[in-house]
T-cell receptor, first 112, second 113 residues
Framework: ETGVTQSPTHLIKTRGQQVTLRCSSQ?????VSWYQQALGQGPQFIFQ???????GRGNFPPRFSGLQFPNYSSELNVNALELDDSALYLC???????????FGPGTRLLVL | DQQVKQNSPSLSVQEGRISILNCDYT??????FLWYKKYPAEGPTFLIS?????DKNEDGRFTVFLNKSAKHLSLHIVPSQPGDSAVYFC????????????FGTGTRLKVLA
């Protein structure tokens, strides 16, 4: 059984640029959620995808967008990067009807 | 508005003793609670969960207790081992059509050998 994988592991961008982060869900899972974890904080919910559609969103602006593909993998896109976007971005997969979400190792984004 | 709070940023415990990590929440609609453990440079690892219809759930050395009237849950680790040293997050959710988790800020546990 393959766990949740994310790419890249680290990324450095400059303010105003755009970034795409990728996530492969655990085998058999049909739901992907994205979280942002700032230093010293707990993960904060960005949005969730189920059956290729957004299924819930946290308090993040529209420049945070995503996609889910037929194989349940997912992308997180962030446009017009700001310094405060520097954080660890976590992807988690789950079965929609079940509770536990299983996290990938994260992508650490630094915006200069 | 921090709906899930972990008021102790850190905790040190001797190996073999009990570790008790606490978590408080404010939203009475939460009906599912989880604990995650996080090592540096890794994503959170699911430990144990509890539904609001229960007040206790046990899995090996880990037990979670839920006190709904106090809106409080705790994680007990017995006996504590040095490998348990990590940051522990509690999370809560309710079914609003989206299973999103609200996380606390974490407690760093250090188990001393």
């Amino acid at each position: 059984e393959t766990g949740v994988t994310q790419s890249p592991t680290h990324l450095i961008k400059t303010r105003g640029q755009q970034v795409t982060l990728r996530c492969s869900s655990q085998s058999g899972h049909n739901t992907v959620s994205w979280y942002q974890q700032a230093l010293g904080q707990g993960p904060q919910f960005i949005f969730q995808y189920y059956r290729e559609e957004e299924n819930g969103r946290g308090n993040f602006p529209p420049r945070f967008s995503g996609l889910q593909f037929p194989n349940y993998s997912s992308e997180l896109n962030v446009n017009a990067l700001e310094l405060d976007d520097s954080a660890l971005y976590l992807c988690a997969s789950s079965l929609r009807e079940a509770g536990a979400q299983y996290f990938g190792p994260g992508t650490r984004l630094l915006v200069l | 508005d921090q709906q899930v709070k972990q008021n102790s940023p850190s905790l040190s415990v001797q190996e073999g003793r009990i570790s008790i990590l606490n978590c408080d929440y404010t939203n009475s609609m939460f009906d599912y609670f989880l604990w995650y453990k996080k090592y540096p440079a890794e994503g959170p690892t699911f430990l144990i969960s509890i539904s609001s219809i229960k007040d206790k759930n046990e899995d090996g050395r880990f037990t979670v207790f839920l006190n709904k009237s106090a809106k409080h849950l705790s994680l007990h680790i017995v006996p504590s081992q040095p490998g348990d040293s990590a940051v522990y997050f509690c999370a809560a959710s309710f079914n609003s059509g989206t299973y999103k988790y609200i996380f606390g800020t974490g407690t760093r546990l250090k188990v001393l050998a």
